[in-house]
């Protein structure tokens, strides 16, 4: 009983270790103040935060420079006109962030080589430009989700979004980036993975593993509070059978490249 209180509490007063320090740098201060938003107001963005995020994710590092993602944009009304709903958590403004080779089959015809590495490296990158414009939106103030099921928006839903949106071969749906204003922040962090788990000096630790049941066990704890009708092990079985249909979609997307060669 002690242990599952003292991963309740842990809940609301758990924080980054370097935020412990006295001052951090703004940057820092804003990755460990980013939260997921789930409910936001109608306050509208204005056009030049869109652009400033939209370039964020444009200038973001890549592999080789190659850039390998594409961003689809959407205010509410186009995206009520696309998928006949509104964005999920009343969003102002979304963002379907694609990991992307098949611009550039055209100018980098080697490529057509390597689909396995092409779209690893893609969707890497994709991420990095996801992170950036989630990053520089909360620097505006702006709240922000990145979704990959919620409102059939992201990877767990990449058939659905490959033919509402009519995507080429070599071009696959990882996320859903939705802004906003407002979304009230709930005190502590979600739960994080002990630092022993994830941060192994010189060499991979086999028993990492053995550091996990409080985080385990916080995890059942947060979606109890937050999905009080539900629970934890229906969410994990519904998203273990998107998962399998999913992963035909991805599979195919992955051998594109050598089915088109072949």
Same mark, same amino acid.
Request: charged residues 20%; aromatic residues 10%; proline residues 6%.
């Given at each position: 009983?002690l242990k ?11 924080k ?19 939260r997921?938003? $789930?409910?936001? +107001?109608?306050? %509208?963005? #204005?056009? @030049?935060?869109?652009?400033?995020? *939209?370039?964020? &994710?444009? !200038? ?42 098949? $611009?550039?089959? +055209?100018?980098? %015809?080697? #490529?057509? @080589?390597?689909?396995?590495?092409? *779209?690893?490296? &893609?969707? !890497? ?62 005190p ?44 934890f ?30």
């Amino acid at each position: 009983m002690l242990k599952w209180l003292r991963n309740f509490a842990a809940l609301f007063t758990g924080k980054p270790a370097a935020a412990l320090l006295h001052e951090l740098p703004e940057t820092i201060r804003l990755l460990f103040a980013r939260r997921s938003c $789930r409910s936001f +107001n109608d306050e %509208p963005l #204005l056009d @030049e935060e869109i652009h400033a995020i *939209l370039e964020a &994710g444009r !200038f973001a590092p890549s592999t080789v420079n190659l850039q390998t993602w594409t961003f689809i944009t959407f205010t509410r009304q186009q995206w009520h006109g696309t998928f006949d709903r509104p964005i999920p958590f009343k969003g102002c403004y979304a963002i379907i962030i694609c990991a992307d080779i098949f $611009r550039l089959k +055209n100018f980098l %015809p080697d #490529l057509q @080589e390597t689909p396995f590495v092409n *779209l690893s490296l &893609g969707i !890497f990158n994709a991420g990095l430009a996801a992170m950036s414009m989630t990053m520089a939106a909360e620097a505006f103030g702006i709240s922000s989700i990145m979704l990959s099921e919620t409102g059939r928006a992201g990877l767990l839903d990449c058939a659905f979004l490959k033919e509402k949106l009519a995507l080429p071969e070599s071009v696959l749906p990882l996320t859903t980036l939705v802004l906003g204003r407002g979304g009230r922040r709930l005190p502590g962090i979600p739960p994080r993975q002990p630092r022993e788990a994830v941060i192994m000096p010189a060499a991979y630790d086999r028993q990492a593993s053995s550091h996990l049941g409080s985080w385990y066990e916080q995890m059942f704890i947060g979606y109890k509070l937050t999905h009080p009708l539900s629970s934890f092990e229906k969410q994990i079985a519904h998203y273990r059978t998107k998962m399998v249909q999913a992963e035909v979609v991805i599979r195919d997307i992955f051998l594109a490249g050598r089915k088109s060669r072949g």
